[in-house]
């Protein structure tokens, strides 16, 4: 091991070239009331999780630098987004849902153009390698095709009228009015676009601020931005969250808080907000998900799933299976499959073929990792891969803990990296009172083939957590199925139908069924003459 990571980083002249940068970006755009504009205050440094051999050291690779922003500035881009939903009334709000779809496809066929750019910085600036980075593009690309579609679903099964004792309505839904949007530094185009593209398309006007990993690479897509909507319908800005995003909240402006991060940080943001009854929040917080093996099992796929659930993108997701729970019959067989499949894995490079293990862009994740794996092997647990623990600059090789006991951090805490913990069990009731007490309440995962113990345990863990995953990894997708989680996980439910309805609320538009009031809804739809009271069928 210590032979491979001696030449895990690679030379500048390794890199293929496709995949080469050019020198440090210096970013100090960002997107205002329509205009791009030039902040001349400080920046901060953006460093990438990959380092080079340099001169027979290894440096971290600087890629540019990003603005930082002020609270004064920030709250400019407020302003610009309130001033653009003008109560309710701005040109935005007010459009016609066939328009906001155009404005929204609009921009989609500019990103497509920057497709390679953006894949190219996902890679640099986060460490997820290429198939997935591509993956995360694409599959950004066809959430938004999703919405645009199931937008039109719903305005058409709006379109109509209904007659219920007299009254006659109808009920489509309208915006709330300023969102803030804060997307995750795992994903950090795809969660933050599972927010900020269905605000939008509901015609809310939006501040977002890019993730604190993955800032350079919504660079690209600004001028897209800028060019496809309204002016001050979305504003992009940058710099410390303590700092601009608190002065947001503080200032009692922002109606929907959308925000993927810790249960923490979203806590302490919507304390700040002067009127909290008048928040819409829709957050994906932390997690700890477990995967419970049980003793009646196809072990196979129950270690291939594990393996992929515990450590794609290195386990750093929120839908990662954090913790196993392994039944004393089958926990040797089970680890020594496991570890054979974990030494498979390929450690190197984001761009390098096959890679499946690549550096973490989090500052001081080594470190923690270290701190949870020597808490954890002090108080009886090993590592039982070759190599498990062991790491380079900002390249940790995963460690595969066994057996985890209740004293121990990573029993507890959510380890966001490569580190898997293994609980041996006997008695299933030990299981089912750690999912039960924890804080967390995101998903988990069962693995096994009696249907008894299954079916029990489906029971049990329903009013626990948001999906119970059946022989499969924990997972976010399909889109078009709901994302939620209980207690510290989560508020509010998103999927590609729930996002629509969690930015906007439903209106009714309602009168007595006369015939003086008849031809006076008939007369507006007629002559067009409302933007909302519509019989419009969007193709």
């Known amino acids: 091991m210590d032979r491979f990571l001696d030449t895990l980083f690679p030379t500048a ?28 205050g400080p920046l901060a440094t953006v460093r990438s999780p990959v380092w080079l051999k340099q001169g027979g050291e290894e440096q971290q690779v600087i890629l540019g630098s990003a603005p930082l922003l002020d609270a004064d500035t920030a709250l400019t881009a407020l302003d610009a987004a309130v001033q653009a939903y003008d109560k309710g009334r701005g040109a935005w709000p007010t459009m016609r849902v066939a328009e906001r ?116 690479l919504i660079r690209p897509l600004l001028e897209a931005f800028r060019d496809s909507f ?33 249960h923490k940080a979203a806590s302490d943001l919507k304390k700040l907000h002067p009127r909290p009854h008048r928040l819409r929040a829709a957050l994906g917080l932390d997690a700890k998900n477990p995967g419970i093996v049980l003793p009646q099992v196809d072990l196979d796929n129950a ?7 515990a450590l794609s993108f290195n386990g750093q997701r929120c839908t990662a ?22 030494a498979a894995l390929k450690p190197g ?22 701190e949870l794996v020597a808490d954890a092997t002090g108080k009886g647990a090993r590592v039982l891969n070759e190599g498990g623990g062991q790491s380079r600059g900002s390249f940790f090789y995963p460690a595969l803990l066994y057996p985890v006991s209740a004293d121990m951090r990573v029993y507890h805490e959510e380890q966001f990296g490569p580190v898997v913990p293994v609980v041996p069990y006997r008695d299933l009731e030990t299981v089912i009172e750690y999912v039960l007490d924890s804080d967390y309440g995101q998903q988990l995962s069962l693995f096994g083939n009696d249907p008894q113990t299954i079916g029990t345990l489906v029971d049990t863990f329903a009013n626990q957590v948001g999906r119970i995953n059946l022989n ?26 729930d996002a629509l309805r969690v930015f906007s609320i439903r209106t009714l538009v309602a009168t007595r069924f006369q015939e003086a009031n ?5 007369e507006i739809i007629r002559n067009r003459q409302s933007s909302f009271l519509t019989t419009d069928y969007i193709f």
């Open 13 to 40: 002249d390794e890199i293929p070239e496709a995949w080469r940068l050019g020198p440090p970006l210096e970013q100090r755009d960002y997107l205002v009331d329509g205009q791009l504009r030039q902040w001349q």
């Open 101 to 216: 779809i155009q404005h929204v496809e609009a921009f989609l066929a500019r990103m497509r153009e920057q497709r390679t750019a953006v894949v190219k910085l996902l890679m640099w600036e986060i460490g997820k390698n290429l198939k997935d980075s591509e993956k995360e593009f694409d599959r950004t690309c066809d959430y938004i095709v999703d919405t645009i579609n199931a937008l039109k679903d719903l305005d058409r099964r709006s379109s109509r009228f209904e007659l219920e004792q007299g009254t006659l309505g109808q009920i489509r839904r309208a915006p709330l009015g300023v969102a803030l949007c804060m997307g995750p530094y795992n994903y950090p185009l795809n969660e933050t676009f599972t927010t900020l593209i269905p605000a939008l398309i509901m015609g809310n006007t939006v501040v977002f601020k890019p993730a604190k990993f993955g800032v350079l």
């Open 230 to 262: 309204p002016a001050g319908v979305i504003n992009v800005i940058y710099g410390r969250g303590r700092e601009t995003v608190s002065a947001l909240m503080a200032s009692g402006k922002v109606d929907v808080f959308a925000f993927i991060g810790t």
């Open 303 to 309: 270690v291939e799933e594990a393996l992929t659930g």
């Open 321 to 342: 299976l954090k913790i196993l729970f392994v039944h004393e019959d089958v926990v040797e067989a089970f680890l020594d499959k496991f570890q054979r499949k974990l």
């Open 349 to 370: 490079m984001p761009w390098t073929p096959g890679v499946a293990l690549t550096p973490l862009p989090e500052q001081g994740k080594v470190a923690y990792l270290d």
């Open 472 to 497: 499969a990894q924990c997972q976010r997708g399909p889109d078009t199925y709901p994302f939620n989680g209980r207690k510290n996980s989560a508020e509010g439910t998103l999927s590609v139908h």
């Open 518 to 522: 008849k031809e006076l809804i008939s």
